[in-house]
């Protein structure tokens, strides 16, 4: 009962805010180039992207505004993954989790995810997949203490802003570091920005070890992808993380129903399904 205990507070610390990049790696042509020595250390001529500065500051607040004002009008696609692997005495567990997101516009969107915390409801599900198809929105949910799926189906409601909020708060947990190195870099012939941080000053950062991070940031703030990894100890027991997240199909996304959802409308037109709670 202690390992269930101490790993369910650990995953539901970052669950729903972010949650996890599809195994992708970074991009895999990229060239550094020099940012100029003679940038100012304050002042627009500094300013690399919104928030950064080519000496390292990182205004986390701005940069996170910026990707939210990026993706205001653009579908795009999501995905984060959250490795964890801890330790209590001689027993050593571990899990993988992720989160997807798909955007088409306001009405049309899917989310799949996996140990999820769903704020309206407060609720902490093993599995929550929605999926709206522009005027009736889907969802499905796996909960700890019922096992068999249950599904809704309800009037659409919009909801870019929410997802929105999903990618741009794992960029203020993650990057809320101690110090950070800004190199510009050429990715596949496009200029981006390789910030390389280490010492978490964010959510449970006193309590993290070894913390490093590592994303590449467009010129106009949206932060392409993000890679961060370290250790907690405490309690005696000893976790490892790694959390990664990415961005595709920006502003070309084409949202599919999933297989599920036919389902979901079956067991919701003969009844045979219990709400979501």
């Given at each position: ?7 369910v ?8 805010c972010s ?6 790696a970074?991009?895999s ?13 304050s ?30 009008n653009r ?14 005495g ?6 993988e989790?992720?989160d ?7 009405t049309?969107?899917?989310?799949d995810?996996?140990?999820f915390?769903?704020?309206p ?6 599995r929550y997949?929605q999926?709206?198809?522009g005027?009736?929105?889907f969802?499905r ?5 019922w096992?068999r799926?249950?599904?809704d189906r309800?009037?659409v ?7 929105v909020?999903s ?19 050429s990715?596949e012939?496009?200029t981006?920005y390789?910030l390389?941080?280490?010492n ?12 490093s ?5 467009r010129?106009d703030?949206?932060v392409r992808?993000l890679t ?7 309690a ?11 961005f595709?199909q920006?502003?070309t996304v084409?949202?599919?129903q999933?297989?599920?959802?036919e389902?979901?409308?079956s067991?919701h037109?003969?009844?045979?399904t219990?709400?979501?709670?």
């Amino acid at each position: 009962m202690r390992w269930r205990v101490l790993f369910v507070v650990v995953v539901a610390t970052t669950a729903g805010c972010s949650a996890i990049d599809g195994g992708a790696a970074d991009p895999s042509t990229v060239t550094p180039v020099p940012v100029p020595d003679e940038a100012p250390e304050s002042g627009p001529g500094a300013t690399v992207a919104p928030g950064v500065w080519a000496d390292g500051r990182v205004d986390i607040g701005l940069l996170a505004d910026a990707q939210a004002a990026v993706l205001a009008n653009r579908s795009f696609r999501w995905r984060a993954e959250r490795n964890w692997t801890g330790t209590v005495g001689n027993v050593t567990s571990s899990a993988e989790t992720y989160d997807e997101i798909a955007l088409e516009n306001e009405t049309r969107f899917s989310r799949d995810a996996t140990m999820f915390l769903t704020h309206p409801k407060d609720a902490f599900y093993a599995r929550y997949s929605q999926y709206a198809n522009g005027s009736v929105q889907f969802a499905r949910a796996q909960s700890y203490s019922w096992w068999r799926a249950r599904y809704d189906r309800s009037p659409v409601v919009p909801n870019r802003d929410r997802l929105v909020r999903s990618t741009t708060a794992a960029v203020q947990r993650y990057l809320t570091v101690e110090t950070v190195r800004v190199d510009r870099v050429s990715v596949e012939g496009k200029t981006m920005y390789r910030l390389v941080g280490r010492n978490a000053t964010g959510l449970g950062g006193s309590m993290m070890e070894n913390y490093s991070v590592r994303a590449h940031v467009r010129p106009d703030g949206l932060v392409r992808n993000l890679t961060a990894s370290y250790t907690t100890v405490q309690a005696g027991s000893t976790e490892h993380v790694r959390y990664r997240f990415t961005f595709s199909q920006i502003g070309t996304v084409t949202v599919r129903q999933p297989p599920w959802v036919e389902t979901a409308r079956s067991r919701h037109e003969n009844g045979t399904t219990r709400p979501i709670q």
